[in-house]
């Protein structure tokens, strides 16, 4: 009676609630991750995302080591290796957590659960997010969400009896190449140990000042927790990080101003939760536009001239380019740089929300499909219940970056620039170009305030023709935050029936 662990985005062993269900049985446990390489291929994977998942593969099978037993990882699809498995060791159930992914996830879930059920094998799977599934009314979301984060963090099993016959073609992860990418050269490493001193070293220092930190692109790197892809990956817990925030932060010992800063960095662990219930709810995120109605904003396709200078970092913006080649290179960068490289690309460059954010999503190691396709349509206005944020890139700059500090950094063509200068190069004289350098910078792709003047007034524009109370009102009604004034929310009727809404809701009936 062999039972399959099967992970997906929860590589770790405590705080595990699938792993601890199975050590409870005694029953010999598989613990399985599978590569699978129809997902390594879609368009928003790529292998800086795999190098962080074979790092924490790695500590997974130490940790599942000191537990007796070890991971098997196998390369395959799904339900090709369930098949083989059950021919081999005659598993009888598969225990894992619920994923919020993208539509292939959903999809690939969709089959597993069938082919258990189609051949009698138990599945079972538990919820590690503050994330719903088929969520009725989205007023009871955040009492569930807390609910969720104050249950007790469960120890990692002492002992995951092991399979009589180890599994054939197991794989070692360092050994394993996915599809390509660009290579990242400074990237962050993976696994639970790394993900745990994150947390102790954020919590211990580094979160003091929080708040006031992680804006600027030169404070976010130390000043953010930089726990996003352990949270998304689940090398750490979601739960026990937040367990250990609340812990320190109530203490009364605890430094009031960091008490403030631990409450911000909380609500954030909220946020992660309240962006990802959005692609639950409507998994269509992923491919268009949150506000129907907004879908057409932008007709024809994308211009491929801006979008490849936008992707290089060679838009002529110092902020921008040197926002998109620290990305490019650490994969990582702090939200307000997010939210200006998406702005940028949907306001200024005028382009279609879709290419950006897949491009994006290649370059974040922390990539997470709920939180990003929500932020990326929030960026480019097309949720229609959030503020037109228009990023002026200049403006940006002589405010978070007033020295230069960080142009210079990663744009080596602007490096002797004087910082009064270094935020429009374009308006430096040939004497000064001539003095400092510069001259190797590309001109800016066009006249940025122009460019946002327009985009303003046509989205302006498109909101009044196209735009319809109703329609904003659903997406208020589903996707709203609760938090702050009450909204004038209209009631689904649905509700009163308890029926659930369409597409993900009911996958998993
Ligand atoms: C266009 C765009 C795309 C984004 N894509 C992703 C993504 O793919 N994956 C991802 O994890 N975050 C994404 N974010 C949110 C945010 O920028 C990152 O979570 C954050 O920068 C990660 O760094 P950190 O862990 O040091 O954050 P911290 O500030 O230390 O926050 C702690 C955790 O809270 C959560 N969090 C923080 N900010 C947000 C937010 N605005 N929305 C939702 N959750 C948040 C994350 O899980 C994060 O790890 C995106 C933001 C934008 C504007």
Request: charged share 25%; proline share 6%.
């Given at each position: 009676?062999?039972?399959?662990?099967?992970?997906k985005?929860?590589?770790?062993?405590?705080?595990?609630?699938?792993?601890?269900?199975?050590?409870?049985?005694?029953?010999?446990?598989?613990?399985?991750?599978?590569?699978?390489?129809?997902?390594?291929?879609?368009?928003?994977?790529?292998?800086?995302?795999?190098?962080?998942?074979?790092?924490?593969?790695?500590?997974?099978?130490?940790?599942?080591?000191?537990?007796?037993?070890?991971?098997?990882?196998?390369?395959?699809?799904?339900?090709?290796?369930?098949?083989?498995?059950?021919?081999?060791?005659?598993?009888?159930?598969?225990?894992?957590h619920?994923?919020?992914?993208?539509?292939?996830?959903?999809?690939?879930?969709?089959?597993?659960?069938?082919?258990?059920?189609?051949?009698?094998?138990?599945?079972?799977?538990?919820?590690?997010?503050?994330?719903?599934?088929?969520?009725?009314?989205?007023?009871?979301?955040?009492?569930?969400?807390?609910?969720?984060?104050?249950?007790?963090?469960?120890?990692?099993?002492?002992?995951?009896?092991?399979?009589?016959?180890?599994?054939?073609?197991?794989?070692?992860?360092?050994?394993?190449?996915?599809?390509?990418?660009?290579?990242?050269?400074?990237?962050?490493?993976?696994?639970?140990?790394?993900?745990?001193s994150l947390?102790?070293?954020?919590?211990?220092?580094?979160?003091?000042?929080?708040?006031?930190?992680?804006?600027?692109?030169?404070?976010?790197?130390?000043?953010?927790s930089r726990l996003?892809?352990?949270i998304?990956?689940?090398?750490?817990?979601?739960?026990?990080?937040?367990?250990?925030?609340?812990?320190?932060?109530?203490?009364r010992?605890?430094?009031p101003?960091?008490?403030?800063?631990?409450?911000?960095?909380?609500?954030?662990?909220?946020?992660?939760?309240?962006?990802?219930?959005?692609?639950?709810?409507e998994?269509?995120?992923?491919?268009r536009?949150?506000?129907?109605?907004?879908?057409?904003?932008?007709?024809?396709?994308?211009?491929?001239?801006?979008?490849?200078?936008?992707?290089?970092?060679?838009?002529?913006?110092?902020?921008?380019?040197?926002?998109?080649?620290?990305?490019?290179?650490?994969?990582?960068?702090?939200?307000?740089?997010r939210?200006?490289?998406?702005?940028?690309?949907?306001?200024?460059?005028?382009?279609?929300?879709?290419?950006?954010?897949?491009h994006?999503?290649?370059l974040?190691?922390?990539f997470?499909?709920?939180?990003?396709?929500?932020?990326?349509?929030?960026?480019?206005?097309?949720?229609?219940?959030?503020?037109?944020?228009?990023?002026?890139?200049?403006?940006?700059?002589?405010?978070?970056?007033p020295?230069?500090?960080?142009?210079?950094?990663?744009?080596?063509?602007?490096a002797?620039?004087?910082?009064?200068?270094?935020?429009?190069?374009?308006?430096?004289?040939?004497a000064?170009?001539?003095?400092?350098?510069?001259?190797?910078y590309?001109?800016?792709?066009?006249?940025?305030?122009?460019?946002?003047?327009?985009?303003?007034?046509?989205?302006?524009?498109?909101?009044?023709?196209?735009?319809?109370?109703?329609?904003?009102?659903?997406?208020?009604?589903?996707?709203?935050?609760?938090?702050?004034?009450?909204?004038?929310?209209?009631?689904?009727?649905e509700?009163?029936?308890g029926?659930?809404?369409d597409?993900?809701?009911?996958?998993?009936?």
């Amino acid at each position: 009676m062999t039972t399959v662990v099967w992970f997906k985005r929860d590589l770790r062993t405590h705080d595990h609630a699938p792993l601890a269900a199975a050590a409870e049985l005694g029953a010999p446990v598989i613990a399985l991750y599978v590569v699978e390489d129809d997902y390594w291929n879609l368009p928003d994977s790529s292998d800086r995302q795999w190098g962080f998942v074979r790092d924490s593969l790695a500590d997974l099978d130490r940790q599942l080591a000191r537990a007796d037993n070890r991971l098997t990882v196998l390369r395959g699809d799904m339900i090709s290796v369930l098949k083989s498995l059950k021919r081999s060791h005659d598993i009888q159930r598969v225990f894992c957590h619920q994923e919020t992914g993208g539509q292939w996830t959903f999809d690939r879930d969709k089959a597993v659960i069938g082919w258990c059920d189609e051949q009698q094998v138990e599945f079972r799977e538990w919820n590690q997010f503050g994330v719903v599934r088929r969520l009725t009314d989205r007023d009871l979301w955040d009492r569930a969400w807390t609910d969720l984060m104050r249950r007790p963090v469960l120890p990692a099993p002492g002992h995951l009896p092991a399979p009589g016959t180890p599994v054939d073609g197991a794989l070692a992860p360092k050994d394993i190449e996915v599809a390509a990418g660009a290579a990242c050269p400074d990237p962050q490493a993976g696994g639970s140990g790394k993900g745990e001193s994150l947390l102790k070293s954020f919590l211990e220092r580094r979160c003091i000042g929080y708040q006031y930190n992680i804006s600027s692109p030169n404070t976010a790197v130390t000043a953010c927790s930089r726990l996003s892809p352990h949270i998304a990956y689940g090398s750490v817990s979601l739960r026990h990080i937040y367990q250990q925030a609340k812990a320190i932060g109530g203490h009364r010992n605890t430094l009031p101003r960091k008490q403030k800063s631990l409450t911000s960095f909380r609500s954030r662990l909220h946020w992660h939760c309240h962006f990802i219930q959005k692609l639950e709810d409507e998994p269509e995120l992923e491919f268009r536009a949150m506000h129907r109605e907004m879908e057409h904003l932008k007709s024809g396709p994308n211009d491929s001239e801006r979008l490849q200078r936008w992707q290089e970092g060679q838009t002529g913006w110092p902020l921008v380019d040197a926002c998109m080649r620290a990305l490019n290179h650490t994969g990582w960068i702090n939200f307000r740089m997010r939210a200006m490289l998406m702005a940028v690309a949907s306001y200024q460059l005028w382009l279609h929300w879709r290419d950006p954010a897949l491009h994006l999503a290649r370059l974040f190691t922390d990539f997470e499909p709920g939180i990003h396709y929500s932020q990326t349509q929030m960026q480019s206005g097309l949720t229609g219940i959030n503020a037109l944020r228009i990023y002026n890139p200049v403006m940006q700059s002589q405010k978070l970056d007033p020295e230069g500090e960080f142009i210079r950094r990663w744009i080596p063509e602007l490096a002797g620039l004087p910082a009064e200068m270094i935020h429009t190069p374009w308006l430096m004289t040939p004497a000064q170009k001539e003095r400092f350098g510069g001259n190797t910078y590309i001109a800016p792709v066009c006249d940025h305030q122009q460019a946002a003047r327009v985009a303003r007034k046509a989205v302006g524009e498109f909101r009044r023709q196209h735009v319809s109370r109703s329609e904003t009102e659903r997406v208020l009604d589903r996707h709203g935050s609760r938090k702050g004034p009450v909204q004038n929310r209209p009631k689904h009727p649905e509700r009163k029936t308890g029926k659930t809404s369409d597409s993900q809701l009911s996958l998993f009936d």
